[in-house]
């Protein structure tokens, strides 16, 4: 039994639908989708504009087909044979148990032939028709792929005419026993509906180009009969060693018994604060103005989790590697050892190159793969760049969040604010998504520019209503005594009202 193929029996799933043989499509992501691939011996339309990758999924999937044991045949009509093997050249593959059938040859556009080719379009169709069932009565294959249909349908010229041609082609398909994809450069004036409704799936690929950056791909599996499938837009990626599909994460199927707990900061003030650390299964906001001290202090929670032993993995859109952890060392938050085992991965991402599905299929590849237990995003200012507006990043990122969660992994986010002292505003508001919420303040006083934190929500635990002085320095993350002598400190001016000595204060007289 091929290995990309399982055969039908007579039980049915849970739904009641019968279990179908499949024929993988050499895209892990798709198979997914699909719930393992496409039902074998039927005849499904790949639609998209030219450049979205409809060629290169059906290399994949006669590619596959051959890993598999199963003779695959490329039925051409607008590429050449030779342009085909440089595809899947530049993808470094081998067409090694794959027949392409050029339509269109040298011999066919020569003077003597002229009257076969150039004739009435009654002519050139019923041509182009029986020299596809003769390749496929020679060959006999298991898997086809028919490109493309626009060819046909401007032989055709009429609506009536393709459909029966295209009808014929499909009823020809099923008695050979054949699993076939018809690729549509979606050329016709309208939306060709037709092809809808004969095609027992569809499968659309879609390419948007911003103002900057790459192209973003998406894919949409507009019907498939007979099966489930994941539905809606999957995103996806067209790169050399052909097209990865990042299914959309749906958290409800990642649903497990969790039991509660708290794991420490690394900072036991920090802790006290929000009262009783970080509860794994939740996800915690940190949010402050720029150069307030965030990514240290998320750095700092990550390296306690390391030296307890756990893995994590920190996505860095903001700032460099080599920046990040010069500031460790000179912090005493190094964590170069934990890069070296493993245990620690500090992936730097470029937001106009990646996207929300590709970043949601890198995290839970690190959660399920690797084992992580605690994540930190570092910025959403950042991501939000990933985004084509506010209502998706909200979506998208409600959706990793529970996800996380429901696996009891601790995430870290990290939100700048603009301003430094009063008003300070966010691109957008995550608070409500997040379990607790960690908020950095820069406050003036006595000539200095000072930092403060406090705890603003936390959904498991009895968190400290206080604010307290926050500090970095050689010894990494301080939190002094709660600023009871200081109003006015989330307002950015503070008014000084007691005798309560700073954390610089406190340090100099101790070593006086």
Same mark, same amino acid.
């Given at each position: 039994?091929?290995?990309?193929?399982?055969?039908?029996?007579?039980?049915?799933?849970?739904?009641?639908?019968?279990?179908?043989?499949?024929?993988?499509?050499?895209?892990?992501?798709?198979?997914?989708?699909?719930?393992?691939?496409? !039902?074998?011996?039927?005849? &499904?339309?790949?639609?998209?504009? !030219?450049?979205?990758?409809?060629?290169? =999924?059906?290399?994949?999937?006669?590619?596959?087909?051959?890993?598999?044991?199963?003779?695959?045949?490329?039925?051409? =009509?607008? @590429?050449?044979?030779?342009?085909?093997?440089?595809?899947?050249?530049?993808?470094?593959?081998?067409?090694?148990?794959?027949?392409?059938?050029?339509?269109?040859?040298? @011999?066919? =556009?020569?003077? %003597?032939?002229?009257?076969?080719?150039?004739?009435?379009?009654?002519?050139?169709?019923?041509?182009?028709?029986?020299?596809?069932?003769?390749?496929?009565?020679?060959?006999? !294959?298991?898997?086809?792929?028919?490109?493309?249909?626009?060819?046909?349908?401007?032989?055709?010229?009429?609506?009536?005419?393709?459909?029966?041609?295209?009808?014929?082609?499909?009823?020809?398909?099923?008695?050979?026993?054949?699993?076939?994809?018809?690729?549509?450069?979606?050329?016709?004036?309208? *939306?060709?509906?037709?092809?809808?409704?004969?095609?027992?799936?569809?499968?659309?690929?879609?390419? =948007?180009?911003?103002? /900057?950056?790459?192209?973003?791909?998406?894919?949409?599996?507009?019907?498939?009969?007979?099966?489930?499938?994941?539905?809606?837009?999957?995103?996806?990626? #067209? +790169?050399?060693?052909?097209?990865?599909?990042?299914?959309?994460?749906?958290?409800? @199927?990642?649903?497990?018994?969790?039991?509660?707990?708290?794991?420490?900061?690394?900072?036991?003030?920090?802790?006290?604060?929000?009262?009783?650390?970080?509860?794994?299964?939740?996800?915690?906001?940190?949010?402050?103005?720029?150069?307030?001290?965030?990514?240290?202090?998320?750095?700092?929670?990550?390296?306690?989790?390391?030296?307890?032993? +756990?893995?994590?993995?920190?996505?860095?859109?903001?700032?460099?590697?080599?920046?990040?952890?010069?500031?460790?060392?000179?912090?005493?938050?190094?964590?170069?050892?934990?890069?070296?085992?493993?245990?620690?991965?500090?992936?730097?991402?470029?937001?106009?190159?990646?996207?929300?599905? $590709?970043?949601?299929?890198?995290?839970?590849?690190?959660? %399920?793969?690797?084992?992580?237990?605690?994540?930190?995003?570092?910025?959403?200012?950042? &991501?939000?760049?990933?985004?084509?507006?506010?209502? $998706?990043?909200? #979506?998208?990122?409600?959706?990793?969040?529970? /996800?996380?969660?429901?696996?009891?992994?601790?995430?870290?986010?990290?939100?700048?604010?603009?301003?430094?002292?009063?008003?300070?505003?966010?691109?957008? *508001?995550?608070?409500?998504?997040?379990?607790?919420?960690?908020?950095?303040?820069?406050?003036?006083?006595?000539?200095?520019?000072?930092?403060?934190?406090?705890?603003?929500?936390?959904?498991?635990?009895?968190?400290?209503?206080?604010?307290?002085?926050?500090?970095?320095?050689?010894?990494?993350?301080?939190?002094?005594?709660?600023?009871?002598?200081? *109003?006015?400190?989330?307002?950015?001016?503070?008014?000084?009202?007691?005798?309560?000595?700073?954390?610089?204060?406190?340090?100099?007289?101790?070593?006086?």
């Amino acid at each position: 039994m091929a290995a990309g193929v399982i055969h039908m029996t007579t039980d049915t799933d849970s739904g009641g639908i019968p279990h179908q043989a499949r024929a993988s499509t050499g895209i892990d992501g798709l198979d997914n989708i699909l719930g393992g691939g496409l !039902p074998t011996h039927h005849l &499904y339309l790949v639609e998209g504009t !030219p450049g979205s990758g409809k060629t290169t =999924l059906g290399l994949q999937f006669l590619r596959r087909g051959a890993e598999d044991g199963e003779k695959g045949l490329y039925i051409t =009509l607008s @590429e050449t044979a030779a342009e085909l093997r440089t595809v899947a050249a530049s993808h470094g593959w081998s067409l090694k148990g794959v027949e392409v059938f050029d339509l269109v040859t040298e @011999e066919g =556009l020569s003077p %003597e032939f002229e009257q076969s080719i150039l004739h009435s379009s009654e002519v050139e169709l019923g041509e182009t028709t029986r020299g596809v069932m003769a390749a496929v009565q020679r060959l006999k !294959p298991k898997r086809v792929v028919f490109d493309s249909l626009s060819e046909m349908r401007l032989l055709a010229q009429n609506p009536l005419r393709y459909r029966r041609q295209v009808l014929a082609l499909k009823g020809f398909f099923a008695n050979c026993g054949c699993t076939v994809l018809l690729l549509d450069d979606r050329s016709a004036f309208n *939306d060709d509906l037709q092809l809808h409704s004969i095609a027992h799936g569809v499968i659309s690929l879609e390419q =948007l180009v911003d103002q /900057y950056g790459p192209e973003r791909r998406h894919l949409r599996v507009v019907k498939m009969r007979g099966i489930r499938f994941r539905g809606g837009q999957h995103d996806f990626s #067209l +790169e050399t060693g052909g097209i990865s599909v990042f299914p959309r994460l749906i958290a409800a @199927e990642h649903r497990s018994a969790l039991e509660s707990c708290s794991v420490s900061t690394g900072t036991a003030a920090l802790d006290r604060l929000l009262g009783a650390g970080l509860a794994r299964g939740t996800s915690t906001l940190f949010s402050g103005p720029s150069g307030v001290g965030k990514t240290t202090a998320a750095l700092a929670c990550i390296r306690a989790a390391l030296l307890r032993g +756990e893995r994590a993995v920190y996505y860095l859109f903001d700032e460099g590697l080599g920046t990040l952890l010069i500031r460790s060392r000179a912090l005493g938050l190094s964590v170069d050892e934990y890069l070296e085992n493993g245990q620690l991965q500090i992936r730097t991402l470029d937001p106009a190159e990646v996207s929300p599905g $590709h970043f949601a299929h890198m995290v839970r590849s690190a959660v %399920e793969e690797r084992g992580v237990q605690i994540v930190a995003i570092d910025s959403l200012n950042a &991501y939000l760049q990933a985004m084509t507006g506010d209502k $998706h990043l909200l #979506l998208q990122m409600h959706e990793l969040l529970t /996800y996380l969660n429901q696996r009891g992994v601790v995430t870290i986010l990290i939100l700048g604010l603009h301003g430094v002292l009063g008003d300070t505003r966010a691109d957008v *508001d995550l608070s409500y998504l997040s379990d607790a919420a960690m908020q950095f303040r820069f406050f003036e006083a006595r000539g200095s520019l000072l930092k403060a934190v406090s705890v603003v929500k936390s959904r498991t635990s009895a968190h400290e209503l206080t604010i307290r002085e926050f500090r970095l320095g050689p010894r990494g993350v301080e939190v002094g005594e709660a600023l009871t002598d200081f *109003d006015g400190v989330l307002s950015g001016v503070t008014t000084y009202r007691g005798t309560q000595p700073l954390l610089s204060e406190a340090r100099g007289a101790a070593e006086h």
